[in-house]
């Protein structure tokens, strides 16, 4: 199993652009979850899924959308990069009935 | 609202016992967990604690939970410089359509040789 997968690890991008990150999961877990990670700030959801075709905000879901066409795949958009979406991405999931998170290892974004 | 809320620096010296605190809100939490950050890698989870239990403890790791302070513990002993981390303390928050986790800001943990 390869577990929590994320796609790119690292991406520059120039404000305005526009950019998609996959998180892929083998493991069949229903829930999966967007956070960012910034210095100080900890981990703030951005939007989660507890299913195919379902997607909810979390606590800072603005300038960001998902989609979740595949239980196995998890994608978070930015439309329109801001500089203050620098950070870095971090994709989870876990199984309906447990807490217990099983993390990516990370999409760190800068944008210029 | 929810929030916990952790202390973001300790330092220790190796071979001594490190102790990480970290307070809660939401009294109906029935997990809490504890999480660690390897530099550059993403959170792995360490250990967690039934609401019902006062104590865990798992190999050099003893978890304590006082409920009616809303008092959660990491205490990890015989500290190796392998251990220097950042260990985030999470609970359930069971607003929404079901329980997401709300994690502590994390507390850096520096092993001294």
């Known amino acids: 199993n390869a577990g929590v997968t994320q796609t790119p690890k690292f991406r520059v991008l120039k404000t305005g652009q526009s950019m998609t990150l996959l998180c892929a999961q083998d493991?069949?877990?229903?829930?999966m979850y967007w956070y960012r990670q910034d210095p100080g700030m900890g981990l703030r959801l951005i939007h989660y899924?507890?299913?195919?075709?379902?997607?909810a905000k979390g606590e800072v879901p603005d300038g960001y959308n998902v989609s979740r066409l595949k239980k196995q795949n998890f994608l978070l958009g930015l439309e329109s990069a801001a500089p203050s979406q620098t950070s870095v991405y971090f994709c989870?999931?876990?199984?309906?009935?447990?807490?217990?998170?099983?993390f990516g290892p990370g999409t760190r974004l800068t944008v210029t | 609202g929810e929030d916990v809320e952790q202390s973001l620096f300790l330092s220790v010296r190796e071979g001594d016992s490190s102790v990480i605190n970290c307070t809660y809100t939401?009294?109906?939490?029935?997990?809490l967990y504890w999480y660690k950050q390897e530099p550059g890698a993403g959170l792995q989870l360490l250990t967690y604690i039934f609401s019902n239990m006062d104590m865990k403890q798992d190999q050099r790791l003893t978890v304590l939970l006082n409920k009616k302070d809303k008092h959660l513990s990491l205490r990890i002993a015989d500290t190796q410089t392998g251990d220097s981390a950042i260990y985030f303390c999470a609970e359930v928050n069971y607003g929404g359509s079901q329980g997401n986790l709300i994690f502590g800001k994390g507390t850096k943990l520096s092993v001294k040789p």
């Open positions: 493991m069949n877990h229903e829930y």
């Open positions: 989870a999931s876990n199984s309906a009935g447990s807490y217990e998170q099983y």
């Open positions: 899924s507890v299913g195919e075709g379902t997607t």
């Open positions: 939401d009294s109906s939490s029935t997990y």
